[in-house]
């Protein structure tokens, strides 16, 4: 990239919840020079349990959200969104964008030694097959594990990691995985990486775990550096938080999941919380 230029315009991210701060911690860590704009859809969490219909849905909102915003690259920080409406997305809007499932199948693919490689996600992410087809296209030989947690993302977004509950659901779903003799296991979920030691715990060292927020950080620097669309090296970049849910809630909650601080969260009203609020009250 010419170091004469650069563009200023942020990068966007959007996540179901507060689960996608563990990209954009990643984002902030390895591009510190670049501006953010995180959109945490909390007024419709979880993902996991609705329709590929509905969840597409919400992700090109959401998209449409950011675009407005004059971002120049967009995260799809969200697996459930990003299983269910990526290609539906770039081929919608003229804004790059990109989600979080082929770079994590990726990584496991290199990963693995046994070619065992667990997929642990939520219902959308796992019906949707995406993962599957991904590690498939880059290794055909590959045999994948998938399997369902549909109440891990919303035990760990409550805040508790360390509970005895949120231990009781990983023996749960990690049962399977342990059976299927896997390698390697791919964290399908941006919240999953808050309880990487209990996982590490009940799997055991053999078992390698794939942290997709860590690969879509190396990406997304890389398509900035293709695309000559970088921020002014050297500086200190923002970021912003936007939520269709209790801005306070998000705040207090999404600080452990950023590992920084977060001042600031403002509301957004959604069309659809608007109908929702105007039919309670009648």
Not at 49 to 73: D, I, Y
Not at 116 to 141: F, K, P
Not at 158 to 163: L, N, Y
Request: proline share 5%; glycine share 8%.
């Amino acid at each position: 990239m010419d170091s004469e230029t650069f563009d200023s315009r942020p990068i966007g991210v959007f996540d179901s919840g507060v689960g996608g701060l563990t990209v954009l911690h990643e984002c902030l860590v390895n591009l510190p020079a670049e501006d953010f704009i995180y959109l945490g859809d909390t007024g419709f969490f979880p993902y996991g349990s609705r329709s590929l219909e509905e969840v597409r849905s919400l992700a090109f909102r959401n998209v449409s959200f950011l675009v407005e915003r004059g971002v120049k690259l967009i995260v799809v920080a969200c697996n459930s969104a990003a299983a269910a409406a990526l290609p539906q997305l770039q081929a919608a809007f003229e804004t790059p964008i990109v989600g979080v499932v082929m770079p994590g199948a990726r990584a496991a693919v290199q990963e693995t030694r046994s070619r065992r490689v667990g997929l642990m996600a939520t219902e959308a992410t796992v019906r949707s097959e995406s993962y599957q087809q991904a590690l498939l296209s880059l290794d055909a030989g590959v045999n994948v594990y998938p399997v369902e947690c549909p109440r891990l993302a919303p035990l760990i977004q409550e805040g508790d990691v360390f509970s005895e509950e949120v231990e009781e659901a990983v023996r749960q779903y990690v049962g399977p995985l342990k059976a299927s003799e896997v390698d390697t296991v791919i964290l399908g979920c941006t919240h999953y990486p808050l309880i990487t030691p209990m996982l590490r715990r009940l799997l055991g060292p053999q078992v390698s775990l794939v942290n997709s927020a860590e690969e879509i950080a190396r990406e997304v620097g890389e398509i900035l550096e293709r695309k000559g669309v970088g921020n002014r090296a050297g500086r200190e970049g923002g970021y912003r938080f936007y939520s269709t849910g209790d801005p306070e809630s998000f705040r207090r909650v999404g600080a452990r999941f950023l590992q920084l601080p977060i001042r600031e969260v403002v509301l957004w009203e959604t069309r659809e919380r608007a109908s929702l609020a105007a039919t309670d009250e009648r």
